[in-house]
């Protein structure tokens, strides 16, 4: 099994893809209250030192990672360790640099931070964590961590591939793609939101920069009043979002990789045939197959019950419109 497979199929189980969905008619429950959103910004993460915060709480609770703390990547691509995993920082090399998730200098904070050195040790990148209001008179800093380094773009010059998040419970995250040009320059913001699935590289393409790929959870236009299915939270699906390297940035360009999506689904569907009880989910396949474009020689497959089929067939074109302002053309 390759690595992006082993990682793949990872991310899926977390998202609840690779398991029996809520059964129809089930009540409605609304997706847990969201952390305050995070606020708008039009350069990268600050590379200035910002001031730690005073708490005298004890530190929350480290969460538990949704993807593997060092996932399998291809090759010339280093995952990053987080300072709970490493609590002295240890730098990994990447290219020629060194790069480290610092912690927090306060005790009774976890607002890590993203360092880069170069090879004479010299710091030549630093980033924090944005701020945002709590409450009136409370500013809390997101936790900013680097996941992977490497060369994204193919200029020699590694990428680091950041994560910024609140804290909060399944939200909110934002991630970001920077180089380690001079000066640093950032190629994707991404203001996520829910459900921390990484980013990682993929090779779609033959030749030239490499795609990264996450999930988007986007709920289907159900009318659960007309006899459509009921979708709660943790059921909602969360479909792959491809980025691609256009016009020196990383924009969402789900659309166009079609054929490496279809090649995906089978990889991920052999895998899931060889695990005991993994059952595909069919809003998950469903979604998938209108991405790739396929819905209508797969969908007697993915829901043999024509009656259960009838609301998939009624929304696939609204949600198709839906998928590709989401996921990029």
Known sequence: ??????????????????ACSPPAGRDAARPPPRAPATPAASVAP??????????????????VAELPSAPLLPTGFVAVPEPNLA????????????????????????????????????????????TYELDAGISVRQSLVADVCGDLTGDGIPELI????????????????????????????????????????????????WQVISYARIYPPFDPEKGEPTMV??????????????????????FSFREGLRSMRQEDRAACAALPDCEPSPFYEWGLALIIGDWETEKAKLIPDAEEREPFERRAKEFTAALRRALGP
Not at 46 to 63: D, G, L, N, Q, Y
Not at 170 to 188: D, F, G, M, Q
Not at 235 to 242: E, F, L, N, W
């Open 46 to 63: 600050s590379p200035s030192i910002a001031p730690p915060t005073s708490a005298s709480a004890a530190p929350p609770p480290v969460p």
């Open 1 to 18: 099994m390759n690595a992006g497979r082993v990682v793949r199929l990872a991310s899926l189980l977390s998202l609840g893809l690779l």
């Open 162 to 209: 950041l994560t910024e998040r609140t804290m909060g419970a399944h939200c909110c995250y934002t991630h970001y793609i920077v180089s380690l040009t001079t000066p640093a320059k950032r190629l994707l913001m991404w203001e996520k939101g829910d459900s921390g699935d990484g980013m990682l590289p993929i090779r779609f393409s033959k030749s030239g920069p």
């Open 87 to 130: 609590p002295d920082a240890s730098r990994v090399a990447c290219g020629a640099f060194s790069i480290e998730n610092a912690p927090s200098a306060s005790p009774n904070n976890y607002e890590p931070f993203v360092r880069a050195y170069d090879k004479a040790g010299k710091k030549i990148y630093e980033a924090h964590g944005r």
């Open 233 to 254: 939270y943790a059921g909602v699906p969360g479909y792959p979002i491809v980025f691609d390297y256009v016009g020196g940035e990383y924009k969402p360009r789900t």
